[in-house]
Structures are given as structure tokens and as C-alpha cells.
């Protein structure tokens, strides 16, 4: 799949801490309808296994809306359910040595930093870039700050799509105006809350608003 830079405009990351009795599935669903625009299958304490039937139920799914689907670290998931692609992490195998495993028309994300880790990651063959965290966040314990000083700086520095992460909700994602980014991308701002769908149609439209390209 070739990585469209609007596709990056709202960008989900799935979380089961707020299942509350339904499934991951419906809440993906509920998300691509309210307007995510990417989703990323990010689970941390899953067996190979399982992690793989939840990723087919999911890439059913995002398949049907024609939506971006990528596995958050795991190749071998990845390759399991033909998934669009992988994102990776600064402590997880670089993108050089991802794109080997995975072929030269999935997509690879990769988180970055620093101006130097974005410029890295773009000359290793990343296909976008994560920055974050821009804002505090609970959701990953181990996140490190990324000010909107440096986001501006690592925009300026590569030319592949960006999405700022960490923190990001409907009261705060106007600081990033003018930051260079192509999209946002949330997991508590549209998974912790009790309607999905109408959180995500508020975030879509206020993601709209601050990136710099026509919708
Ligand atoms: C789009 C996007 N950006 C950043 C991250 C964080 O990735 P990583 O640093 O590998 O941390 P974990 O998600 O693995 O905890 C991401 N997942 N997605
Ligand atoms: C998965 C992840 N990565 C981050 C990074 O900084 O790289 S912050 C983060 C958590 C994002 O969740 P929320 O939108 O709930 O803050």
C-alpha cells in the first residue's frame, strides 16, 4: 500500500483498557466511522497466537473502509495477516533491517525523538515518523517529552509524513498548529471515551483545522 500523507490526519492506536464489556473490533469500527483516518494494533501482553486472531478480526475491518491497518512492533504478526505494515520503536529493530522482512511496499513507522533519530529513520526507508510525546501522557509510562520547539524542528529536517503523539486531546491539539505535522495520533482521546465515534467526529474535525494542506 502506498502511504497517502492525508491518511496520516488521524491516526488511532488501539488500547483494551476501555473495552467495558464490548470488543476491540466494535471499537475500531466506531473510530474509522467518526473518522480515523490510520489504525495501529498495539498490544503489549498478547501470545503470538491470539495476538494474530485479534489482528485478522481487525484488518477485516479496516480492509472494509480501506484504511491503513499496522502492527505496533511485532514483524511477525505483521507478516502473518498481511498487515499494511509495522511501526517500530527506537528500541526495536531499526527500519533498514525491518524493510528486509517485510518487502518494499509495506509501510514502516518509527518513532522518533530528535532531529537525528528523524533523519536516520527517513535514510533507513521509514515511511512516516511518530514524535512524541508532545504532551503528558499516562498511557505510556516510559514516554519521553518532546517539546513543540523540537516537533517544529524534526518537520523542517526529512521529508516523510509526520504524526505527533503523547497526550494529544480536543483541549490541547491546537498547540500544534503550524508544527509542520500531518496528523495526530491518540489513544485515551478516543478509546477512554464512553462514544467513540462522536469523540473521534470532534477530533477529526479539530485535526482538519490545524494541519496545513487541503482536505
Ligand atoms: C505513531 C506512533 N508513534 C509512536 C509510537 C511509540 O512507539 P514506541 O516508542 O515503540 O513505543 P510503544 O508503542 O512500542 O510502547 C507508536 N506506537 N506509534
Ligand atoms: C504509544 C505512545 N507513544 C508515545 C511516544 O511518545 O512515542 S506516547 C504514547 C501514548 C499515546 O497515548 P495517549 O494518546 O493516550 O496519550
Redesign the pocket.
Known sequence: MKLDRKSMLLYA?TDRTWLKGTTLASQVEDTIKGGATFIQL?EKNMDFDEFVTEAKVIKEITDKYNIPFVINDNIDVALAVNSDGVHV?QDDMNAKDVRKLIGKDKIIGV?VQTVEQAILAEQNGADYL?V??V?P????TD??Y?SIKQLKEISKSISIPIVA????NENNIEKLRESGIDGI?????IFSKPDILEATKRLRKLSEGIVDYEI
Open positions: 492506536i498495539r520503536g518513532s511518530g512524541g510525546s504532551f501522557t499516562s498511557t505510556k514516554a519521553n518532546v503523539i503523547g497526550g494529544i495520533c491518540v489513544i485515551s482521546a
